[in-house]
């Protein structure tokens, strides 16, 4: 990965050591594995992973493996002055932990500097990012010959059908599948229920994970034969979302996008109650961010997600969500088909 550039940081900075410890994802990052327990210790010239027996001791290039024992930190170097820790990952307890076996040492907060390392995509990760897209773009296209013969009848149904197809793939769900019909699609981030498939929109948002890596997709169908004004609001946000691909550009505030596509919303610009989108990688979301405070910026070969939505109270939702690269322009990953399904009931 990106191992030798971060080191190039901590030299920079005079770091001397960064102190990772299981379960901070950056760990998976560094190591290209998940792990049950591990501790990585990266310095300006060597990296050194602790794991346990439960897992087995690989070789990994570059990096040295060993297993931790009970005394393992006693062969920690005693000249260490600065220590970085990731503080968005690292708990109180195993803070106070790591200080006493650095004592004198000060201790500073890479977390930032870890996001900016992960931020761009290598053509790698990218590469196993394009395969969650495939194994979620076919497993929801799955569901949805399932739903038209008639074989999936609640929520819960779809959920599980494509949860099941995204295992039978080698991979797992970047996050609980959420199935949302009705006015239970006016919430978000709803729990997928027991409810039965019936008459109007059917919000689908779901993610593959493969090789470590996640990809993110949200599409919204329709459940019978739709009015004008329904389709008229999903055109509206489809017009949005297009319009965040054509407008992005290299060093365009991801906060000015965001801004740029509620504009696009007129009226309903006071029903899309989320940010436009969010990082995509090892983690389901990291950086980037759109948040205008962040004043994160657009680049080359980073991986995001634009995903507008419009949301009706106790009434019904709308969202349609792409995992996207940065390469020059907006370069969609997930390829389901954007125009609005119907099925007719």
Sequence with gaps: MRTSYFQS??????????????????????????????????????????????????????????????????????????????????????FKKIKSFFPKAKFIDLSKELGETREIKTRDEIKAIKKACVIADNAFQ???????????????????????????????????????????????????????????????????????????????????????????????????????????????????LDIEVRKKLGQYSSNFIHSLGHGVGIEIHERPNFLMESKQQIKQNQVFTIEPGIYFYNKFGIRIEDTVVFNKKVVALTKSPKELIILPR
Excluded: M
Excluded at 25 to 30: D, L, Q
């Design 9 to 94: 940081i901590l030299k920079k900075k005079r770091i001397d050591l960064a102190f990772l410890v299981h379960p901070d994802p950056y760990v998976t990052y560094f190591t290209k594995k998940e792990w049950s327990y591990s501790l990585l210790l990266i310095k300006q010239s060597n990296v050194q992973l602790f794991t346990t027996k439960l897992d087995q001791l690989p070789k990994i290039k570059g990096i040295i493996v060993k297993e931790l024992t009970k005394d393992w930190n006693k062969k920690l170097p005693k000249s260490v002055k600065v220590v970085g820790l990731n503080y968005s990952s690292v708990t109180v307890s195993v």
């Design 142 to 256: 799955g569901a949805i010959k399932q739903i038209s013969l008639k074989k999936l009848h609640t929520e819960k149904e779809v959920a599980t059908y494509i949860e099941a197809f995204i295992r039978s793939k080698g991979a797992e769900p970047s996050f609980p599948t959420i199935v949302a019909g009705g006015k239970n699609a006016a919430v978000p981030h709803y729990v997928t229920g027991k409810d039965k498939l019936q008459r109007g929109f059917l919000l689908f948002d779901l993610g593959a994970k493969i090789d470590n890596y996640c990809s993110d997709l949200s599409r919204t169908i329709f459940l019978g034969i739709p009015t004008k004004e329904e389709k008229k609001i999903y055109n509206i946000l489809l017009e949005a979302q297009k319009s965040a691909f054509s407008s992005a550009k290299e060093g365009l505030l991801f906060g000015d």
